[in-house]
Structures are given as C-alpha cells and as structure tokens.
C-alpha cells in the first residue's frame, strides 16, 4: 500500500497535498495497489476531498496536539501509521515540512529515502527506482531504494493535481501522540500571491530596473498573469525588494511553470534556483545577456518599453479568454 | 556550549558538472571544491558567534577523504576551534547521517548546526536523520536563532512565511540565510588554524537502503525563440498556443 502524508499546514489542504495523492495514486497504479492518505491534526478539515485525487481511503489522527508541527512528534505519528497501515511505499512533500520529517521516517522506518523527486518511479523486482534533478539542476541522477520500506518526497509543481476518484468518508486513526518539545509561538505570514515555491506564474526582476521606485510595472505584469513576484539576489541584497522574494541558489529554488526574469542577466548562482522551470522568458537589453541560453523565449529590448506592451497584450488576452 | 558544525565539501557554484564516461559517479577532474555554502556563510559562522558571545567550543565534523582536509583547514581558519573527519566516502545521506550521529552521541553537543541542503545532492535529509539518531528536536531551514541560557527562539522559513519557535537545548538545527553573514577568514585565522586540533575517526558500517544507479545532464534547451520587442501579443500567443503556460 503507498501512504500519503497529505499536509495542512494551519488546517489547510493547499496545492501540495493534492499533488501527493495525485503522485501517490499513480505510483499504486505502477505497484498494482492502493493509495491511503495520512492526515495529521484536529483542524484539518474537509480531508475526504483527497478521495477526489485518488486516495481510496483517508485517515486522520484528530488529535489536536498535531495542530503545531514539531518533526520530532510528526515523525512519530507517521511511522506509526505507516506500520499500522503497513505501508510499502511512504510519500510526502519536499516543502519545509516534509523536509523536517522525511529523514525522521526514514531512521525510524529503517526505509530508503529519496527527497526532492520530480517524475514518477519504475518498479524493478522489489527494488523501486527514481529520478531526482541534482547539482541545482545542472544533472539528473538515478536511485534505487532497495530497503523494504520506500520515501519518496515530492518536489512542488512537479506534478499536476487531477481528479481520479470521489470524495471519501474520513475515517479516524489512533496512534500515540508523544509530548511536544518545539513549541511555535506565531506564525507570520507574507501578505500577498502564492508563496513563490508553490507559484505556477513568476515575474521576476534584477538590477536592470534600475531603482525601486520602477516595480511598478512588474508588478502589472504580474498582476496581469495572477503571478507571483520574485527577485534576483542583487535586488534583494540592496533592499530593494524583501528578502522572501530572492530566488537562486542562496534564496528560494522554484520550479513555475512559467519564469519571466526581467533584467537580469543570468548569472549561474540565479539559474540554480530557476532552471527547473518549464518555460523561461528573458527580457533583456543585452543580447550577450547569459541568461538567453537557458530560455525558451527572449526578446531583446528595453524592460521599460516591453513590460508594459506585454501587460497590454497580456490584458488584452485575459480579457478574450 | 559545545557547538558541532557538520561540513560538506561540494563543487563550487559555477564548477561544470561531469560525469565518468559510465555515468556512475561526479567526475572531479578540473573542479574547483568549496565547503558548502548553507554550512560556510550560515552554520559556521552563526556557531562561532555564539561561541563569542558565551563561551564553548566549536567542533567542525566532515565525513569525507583526506583531500577535503583543505576544506576542514578553512572552517578552522574562519573559527572553528577543532575538527573532526570521519575517514570515508560521503556516499549517501543516510551514510554521512549515521557517521554524525555515531560522533555524537557520546559528546552531548548542545547544539548541532548544518546547511539548509548542499547544492551538490540537494538532499536537505541528513539534518533531520541525525535528529532522529540522537532523539533530538530539529528546525530546518532556520533563518534566526537565539539563545537565553538553555532556551532557543529560532524562525524557520516556511512556504509563505516564517514560524517562531522556542525550544530547549540541545537541538539539530539546518541554518538559511539571514542566520549570519559570510566571514572571509583572516590571516591569524589561517595561521593558527595550522596547529588546530584534526581529529581522523573511523566510520561505522552503514547497509544503505538507497544505492545511486547513475548520472546523466538533463536534455539540453532547444535554444531562445527570440520574439520582436513590438510583437508582445505574438510572446503571449506562444505562450499560450506553443508553451501551454498561460
């Protein structure tokens, strides 16, 4: 059976757990079994709407203890429901909480890890094989599990949520629940679009925007698309635009389905935090710009004159569709 | 307070990535190797500072060959105050977690620090399984922490926001950006990281339950479409007709 840890961060399914049960489901469809989804915490509403993406049973530890995360407790959770449940194959996000607990599992469940997998697996004899992008992007490596028990963490947007069954009754599930060692004071959060790891639309600018004052248009543009702003490190490390914004290697890795970088010129710490992107356009005075040879598509022309002819057109667009 | 780092070795940032001719394994022919970003700017530094600030010992731990002695040189040269290499491949996550924790356990750090991932696997696994080893709490992608006494706040940085947590030591922690700022190691640093203590340990024997079948570059792009700057209603046409993204 392959279990899903279906996260709610703050008692919210988001994009993420609809994605795991999605990839959960067709990796039981590969294995020839079904998909169980883990649910963790007593505010987390509305779980059987997971059935709806392929989970053929949901089961929540209702337990309002779960309702802050601490790795230490969550790990302890899981485990126990993946042994309950007897779970062959274990999938969580790759989001900073699957992150805190996937390693966690995978001591106590004596269970391969591999974090950060982006396509689904292939089963040979009782050894499960993946793939995973590596070096910031620059390669592609293969693994083989071979332990009895299989992790695997799921990379965001790397897997489109589909419709594959019906809502389903949530049934409860009682596993101990240790004490709490980490307790979380607040939770701050930043105001605005979709937070940038989970963004399906980035716009982006650097240096060539010259001051501040000029994000105006970026954020039109973004606005235009339902996207998300971001920034390059140079931006950021002038406080021109906060640091949550940065993305590349030292800021946050993304993976959109479209990048729009503005004015920035493609330095190879920024494309390590971008390059898994599926469409990148460049906007860019500079030809030589390096950037160009990592896009798909790239005009060569003034930021100040092209962003807003593209919010028009994108407008104009949106507007007939 | 005993303070342990966990130091990785990775190819620098700009290094070409390669791989021998069968694909199995990183070719390190011509590459420049640094210490891990995450661990260098954030861990590291972040460690030494509490230990200025209070007193202690900083103890730099790399699982790892000989060569990467350079690499242990040079955290001892930005503060640490000793080393310690696990003689041994870092061949996996779970191997070079196993090693941690192993050292560990019997010297009741109060703290361990590591990077939030190596930019070389990207794993961000090893932190939370040397947790797990030594039953310890552990904050990823921890952008903040300060101490009062045994009590640690920290905020990690989480999808759309930041979480603040207290906690009690002894915690494993994996360090961000906006924990320290980068230190460039001084000349005295260097000169007295020479005669610091580098303690070499055996590993301990791991069966790994994930084995690497092998490397290969992702297909390469098929090149720019390059759209006239006048023609932004074509951009959005492809984009929505070609690239399916809009």
């Keep these: 059976m392959v279990l899903v840890y279906a996260e709610s961060p703050g008692g919210q399914f988001k994009k993420s757990a609809f994605e795991a049960v999605t990839y959960g489901k067709k990796v039981a469809g590969l294995l020839g079994t079904s998909c169980v989804a883990v649910v963790l915490g007593a505010n987390a509403s509305g779980a059987g709407e997971l059935g709806r993406y392929g989970a053929s049973r949901v089961v929540q530890v209702a337990d309002a203890a779960l309702d802050h995360f601490d790795s230490q407790v969550y790990a302890a959770v899981l485990s126990a429901a993946a042994r309950e449940l007897q779970a062959g194959v274990l999938i969580l996000n790759h989001t900073s909480g699957g992150k805190s607990i996937a390693g966690r599992l995978a001591v106590?469940?004596?269970?391969?890890?591999?974090?950060?997998?982006?396509?689904?697996p292939v089963a040979s004899g009782t050894e499960l094989r993946v793939k995973k992008s590596v070096f910031s992007g620059k390669a592609v490596a293969e693994y083989a599990i071979v332990s009895p028990v299989k992790i695997l963490s799921l990379t965001g947007n790397a897997v489109r949520p589909e419709a594959m069954g019906q809502p389903v009754a949530v049934e409860p599930l009682a596993v101990p629940v240790p004490a709490a060692r980490v307790s979380v004071k607040s939770v701050k959060t930043i105001e605005g679009r979709v937070p940038l790891p989970e963004a399906e639309v980035v716009v982006s600018a650097g240096r060539g925007m010259k001051d501040p004052a000029n994000w105006g248009i970026v954020e039109d543009l973004a606005a235009a698309l339902e996207a998300t702003t971001a920034c390059s490190r140079p931006v950021a490390d002038s406080e021109w635009r906060p640091h949550h914004e940065h993305v590349g290697q030292t800021g946050i890795a993304i993976r959109p389905n479209l990048y729009i970088a503005i004015g920035i010129s493609g330095a190879i710490q920024h494309l390590a935090g971008v390059n898994n992107s599926k469409v990148i356009v460049v906007i860019n005075k500079d030809p030589e710009a390096p950037f160009f040879k990592a896009a798909d598509y790239g005009v060569v022309g003034d930021l100040f004159d092209v962003v807003p002819r593209l919010t028009e057109a994108v407008r104009k667009f949106k507007a007939a569709h | 307070?005993?303070?342990?780092?966990?130091?990785?070795?990775?190819?620098?940032?700009?290094?070409?990535?390669?791989?021998?001719?069968?694909?199995?394994?990183?070719?390190?022919?011509?590459?420049?190797?640094?210490m891990n970003p995450y661990d260098e700017w954030y861990a590291l530094v972040r460690a030494c500072e509490i230990r200025e600030a209070g007193g202690g010992t900083v103890v730099a731990l790399n699982v790892g060959p000989a060569a990467n002695e350079v690499t242990i040189r040079k955290a001892l040269a930005i503060g640490a105050d000793e080393a310690v290499r696990i003689d041994a491949d870092p061949?996996?996550?779970?191997?070079?977690?196993?090693?941690?924790?192993?050292?560990?356990?019997?010297?009741?750090?109060?703290?361990?620090?590591?990077?939030?991932?190596?930019?070389?696997?990207?794993?961000?696994?090893?932190?939370?399984?040397v947790a797990e080893h030594l039953d310890l709490p552990y904050i990823s992608n921890a952008s903040q922490l300060h101490l009062n006494g045994n009590a640690a706040t920290l905020e990690r940085d989480i999808e759309g926001g930041v979480e603040v947590l207290e906690v009690a030591l002894p915690l494993v922690l994996s360090a961000a950006k906006g924990m320290a700022e980068?230190?460039?190691?001084?000349?005295?640093?260097?000169?007295?990281?020479?005669?610091?203590?580098?303690?070499?340990?055996?590993?301990?024997?791991?069966?790994?339950?994930?084995?690497?079948?092998g490397f290969t570059l992702p297909p390469a792009k098929a090149g720019v479409r390059l759209v006239d700057p006048e023609q932004m209603d074509e951009l959005v046409r492809l984009l929505h007709e070609e690239a399916k993204v809009i």
């Design chain 2, 1 to 34: 307070m005993k303070i342990l780092v966990c130091i990785s070795q990775t190819p620098d940032t700009t290094a070409k990535i390669s791989f021998t001719p069968d694909g199995a394994s990183f070719n390190p022919a011509g590459v420049q190797f640094i």
């Design chain 2, 91 to 129: 061949s996996s996550a779970a191997f070079v977690a196993k090693q941690v924790a192993e050292y560990a356990k019997a010297e009741n750090f109060d703290l361990i620090f590591l990077g939030k991932e190596t930019i070389d696997y990207n794993g961000s696994e090893v932190g939370a399984m």
């Design chain 1, 108 to 120: 106590r469940l004596q269970a391969g890890l591999v974090s950060g997998v982006n396509g689904l």
């Design chain 2, 182 to 213: 980068q230190r460039i190691p001084n000349m005295r640093g260097i000169m007295m990281a020479r005669s610091k203590p580098l303690k070499v340990v055996p590993p301990v024997a791991l069966d790994e339950p994930v084995k690497t079948i």
